[in-house]
């Protein structure tokens, strides 16, 4: 499968600062030990193969997919094969006690990097999953961030989104708090962090899904009026890899705009990815009829399609990566961006927001709005826009 093609792109965004720093990189690499949470997801298994491919001390990875992990491992064999240095995967929740036992008993950690995440903007549609996301996105982050510092680790990263910047929803929102906390955290241990958009074909994604629509013989849906920035899993590896090991304090590292990068709808890719498998889209009015004519559409060499605007609540019409006010510095880097950051947090406003979230906690029962008026607390002309629609509710 041609990715580039499909998100309509003829190279690779970061292979300039690469080739530049490889030596750097690799030096760093094969002189330390990391650990990688979240490390079977599609960020986290790119960015652990960066990291094997240039043989480090040691290399731990940690995820709460058994699954995931079992494919991790046998794609890094198949790929790499093996290293000198010590390779180990541990399938464990990085908010438990067993993930805190096996930090304390395995540690020694130069690097830690956090790549868990609940990344879909339909995690919101319920209090339930939203009260996970903030845990997942913001209080294990804390909770591995202390473990480093404890532990004596040098730098800490963890992956942010553009969809923190001037977020529409309540995913970004938590990214963004997260965010904030980082700057906080900063005091203590260096961090650097990464906003980049969406990962091709990561699992999970409107992409991914596409494949495993074709082999399940279903129809397509997709958005037409949405634009996103797309990467490459690899891409998402190299930038993650350079934020942590280049990244200063607080620094935020993005992939810069340019002729190669541009904004692309989903239905756009959904027409090309059609056609690199031999097929014509035949565009339907009702999910129904797309359902139920699927075999004589395919018969015919097209594939049964549903594009349509988008009316679910937490879209954004297009993705930015840094904000008015933020300071940028665009020469360090010839493909990145990064946005530089101060320690001048609102610490009581922080501590509130974990007070708040405590108290929720303890009582047992919490409602949506509770916590949505607690993020409009934290984030001053947060746009969220509630519109009693989810991607639930879509094919």
Request: glycine share 8%.
């Amino acid at each position: 499968m041609d990715i580039l093609g499909l998100i309509g792109r003829t190279k690779m965004l970061l292979e300039e600062d690469i080739t530049h720093f490889e030596g750097t990189l690799s030096s760093i690499v094969n002189e330390s030990s990391f650990l990688v949470i979240g490390g079977a997801g599609s960020i986290g298994q790119a960015v652990t193969k960066e990291i094997f491919s240039r043989s480090p001390k040691k290399l731990h990875v940690v995820d709460i997919s058994e699954n995931n992990m079992v494919e991790l491992v046998r794609d890094i064999r198949s790929s790499f094969g093996y290293m000198d240095g010590e390779f180990k995967t541990f399938a464990l929740d990085c908010g438990s006690v067993e993930f805190e036992a096996m930090f304390k008993a395995e540690g020694g950690y130069d690097y830690v990097l956090n790549l868990s995440a609940l990344k879909h903007v339909r995690s919101e549609k319920d209090p339930f999953t939203l009260m996970r996301m903030i845990d997942v996105n913001i209080v294990n982050t804390l909770k591995t961030i202390d473990l480093a510092i404890k532990g004596g680790a040098k730098k800490y990263f963890c992956v942010s989104t553009d969809k923190a910047a001037n977020p529409a929803n309540m995913m970004g929102a938590s990214k963004r708090i997260m965010e904030m906390f980082l700057m906080q955290k900063g005091r203590d241990i260096p961090i650097s962090t990464a906003r980049f958009a969406n990962v091709a074909f990561s699992d999970g994604s409107l992409l991914h899904g596409f494949n495993q629509r074709i082999l399940k013989k279903q129809p397509i849906a997709a958005p037409n009026d949405i634009r996103r920035y797309f990467v490459t899993p690899k891409e998402a590896g190299q930038l993650c890899l350079i934020s942590t090991l280049l990244g200063e304090n607080r620094d935020i590292c993005f992939p810069k705009l340019n002729e190669e990068l541009n904004l692309v709808t989903f239905s756009s890719i959904a027409e090309k990815y059609l056609a690199e498998r031999g097929y014509g889209v035949a565009l339907c009015e009702t999910e129904g009829e797309a359902r139920e004519h699927i075999d004589s559409f395919v018969s015919q060499g097209k594939w049964p399609c549903c594009f349509f605007p988008s009316d679910t609540t937490g879209e954004k019409d297009y993705e930015e990566f840094f904000v008015e006010g933020e300071e940028v510095d665009f020469d360090r880097f010839t493909t990145l961006g990064v946005v530089k950051n101060n320690s001048n947090t609102d610490d009581n406003k922080l501590n509130h927001f974990l007070d708040a979230i405590i108290a929720l906690k303890k009582r047992g029962s919490w409602e949506k709005e509770e916590i949505v008026e607690l993020f409009f607390e934290m984030i001053p002309g947060f746009g969220h826009k509630e519109t009693g629609k989810y991607l639930d509710g879509k094919m």
